[in-house]
């Protein structure tokens, strides 16, 4: 044990391989840890990305994100010397709805028993002895389900099928392997593809929760710039939605204003007034406004005559109001401008 800790030191975690054997029906690929870094190299199309998908599933335990993805037989092998193996078969039995009966069973209650109640060794030869028939293993497996139901006060009956299920056959796989990645892999799993960069830029931006994607698409990796595109175009639909929104209510609040008179000029807004954010503002009034009267207002705001001359305070009410739109969509903006940067 004390080599696997140096491992552990060297490497930062402590998986030594990982095979797929069937991948695609016909490879059997092996990766084999012995470097801090391991870079896969290959064509396109060679499935790079279906290895990364199926390891990555496979260290954080989503086994039913396995399912449709192509192999027949997975290996995992820790420094310790331990290993696990799942078959495919075993990911269908996993995910199929007729197992109603697994659900119905107080699985929690008994999973919580099974790690006060036994001891490890009780609990690993559940693991790799539960199937064998002869009568030795079946005198030691009924001698270790009564230990557990004396211990919790449980119905025999009830943890035997319950055993079954966890511990026999396809599910008796799963679980193994369940158990040894969560015991065994002392490394937190991170997955940064390159669209994933994107794709976590556009959940910041709230645009992909607008992009409706099948409820079992359970892709890493969404290839396309086309779904970067569909996700901009959104965002831009939303800044010009938000920006009628906020000129209608511009609107409203004046009138109300000029009904009363001259206009009461917020003095928070009045001070983010500058050349800088003007330039943006009138820039996004496009052609409804002339080069000439921009220029005009951008010297007035320059030369701080706007805020001297009694003459130009509704101008000035009316750019405050500008501005005040301009900080509601502020910070969508700079997220699109930190974007535009990677």
Same mark, same amino acid.
Do not use: C, W
């Given at each position: 044990?004390?080599?696997?800790?140096?491992?552990?030191?060297?490497?930062?975690?402590?998986?030594?391989?990982?095979?797929?054997?069937?991948?695609?029906?016909?490879?059997?690929?092996?990766?084999? &840890?012995?470097?801090?870094?391991?870079?896969?190299?290959?064509?396109?199309? +060679?499935?790079?990305?279906?290895?990364?998908?199926?390891?990555?599933?496979?260290?954080?335990?989503?086994?039913?994100?396995?399912?449709?993805?192509?192999?027949?037989?997975?290996?995992?092998?820790?420094?310790?010397?331990?290993?696990?193996?799942?078959?495919?078969?075993?990911?269908?039995?996993?995910?199929?709805?007729?197992?109603?009966?697994?659900?119905?069973?107080?699985?929690?209650?008994?999973?919580?028993?099974?790690?006060?109640? +036994?001891?490890?060794?009780?609990?690993?030869? +559940?693991?790799?002895?539960?199937?064998?028939?002869?009568?030795?293993?079946?005198?030691?497996?009924?001698?270790?389900?009564?230990?557990?139901?004396?211990?919790?006060?449980?119905?025999?009956?009830?943890?035997?099928?319950?055993?079954?299920?966890?511990?026999?056959?396809?599910?008796?796989?799963?679980?193994?392997?369940?158990?040894?990645?969560? !015991?065994?892999?002392?490394?937190?799993?991170?997955?940064?593809?390159?669209?994933?960069?994107?794709?976590?830029?556009?959940?910041?931006?709230?645009?992909?929760?607008?992009?409706?994607?099948?409820?079992?698409?359970?892709?890493?990796?969404? &290839?396309?710039?086309?779904?970067?595109?569909?996700?901009?175009?959104?965002?831009?639909?939303?800044?010009?939605?938000?920006?009628?929104?906020?000129?209608?209510?511009?609107?409203?609040?004046?009138?109300?204003?000029?009904?009363?008179?001259?206009?009461?000029?917020?003095?928070?807004?009045?001070?983010?007034?500058?050349?800088?954010? +003007?330039?943006?503002?009138?820039?996004?009034?496009?052609?409804?406004?002339?080069?000439?009267?921009?220029?005009?207002?951008?010297?007035?705001?320059?030369?701080?005559?706007?805020?001297?001359?009694?003459?130009?305070?509704?101008?000035?009410? &009316?750019?405050?109001?500008?501005?005040?739109?301009?900080? !509601?969509?502020?910070?969508?903006?700079?997220?699109?401008?930190?974007?535009?940067?990677?």
């Amino acid at each position: 044990m004390g080599e696997a800790t140096n491992d552990n030191s060297i490497f930062g975690h402590n998986l030594h391989s990982f095979v797929i054997e069937g991948l695609f029906e016909k490879n059997r690929v092996e990766l084999v &840890f012995d470097d801090q870094i391991n870079i896969l190299i290959g064509e396109n199309g +060679l499935g790079k990305t279906t290895i990364l998908n199926i390891l990555y599933y496979t260290l954080t335990r989503k086994f039913k994100n396995l399912y449709h993805l192509p192999f027949n037989r997975l290996i995992i092998t820790f420094r310790t010397g331990l290993s696990a193996e799942i078959l495919k078969e075993d990911i269908e039995e996993l995910i199929d709805d007729n197992q109603l009966y697994y659900r119905s069973i107080d699985k929690h209650r008994i999973d919580r028993a099974i790690q006060n109640v +036994l001891d490890d060794d009780e609990i690993l030869f +559940l693991q790799d002895n539960y199937d064998l028939r002869d009568e030795v293993t079946q005198a030691r497996v009924n001698e270790i389900r009564k230990k557990l139901a004396y211990g919790m006060n449980f119905p025999q009956g009830q943890i035997r099928r319950y055993l079954t299920l966890k511990y026999s056959g396809k599910r008796g796989r799963i679980n193994k392997a369940n158990d040894l990645i969560k !015991n065994e892999l002392n490394s937190e799993i991170l997955y940064f593809p390159t669209y994933r960069r994107i794709e976590e830029e556009l959940h910041k931006l709230g645009a992909l929760d607008q992009i409706e994607l099948p409820h079992d698409d359970n892709r890493l990796i969404q &290839f396309g710039m086309q779904d970067v595109n569909a996700s901009f175009n959104l965002i831009l639909e939303r800044i010009k939605n938000s920006s009628i929104e906020e000129f209608s209510a511009v609107t409203g609040e004046m009138l109300s204003q000029y009904l009363e008179g001259a206009p009461s000029i917020d003095q928070d807004l009045l001070e983010k007034i500058n050349v800088e954010i +003007l330039n943006i503002i009138l820039e996004r009034v496009g052609e409804n406004i002339t080069s000439e009267n921009k220029l005009r207002i951008i010297e007035l705001v320059s030369s701080k005559e706007i805020f001297d001359n009694q003459d130009y305070q509704y101008l000035l009410n &009316f750019l405050t109001k500008l501005v005040k739109i301009y900080d !509601n969509q502020r910070s969508l903006d700079n997220k699109i401008k930190g974007f535009g940067n990677m």
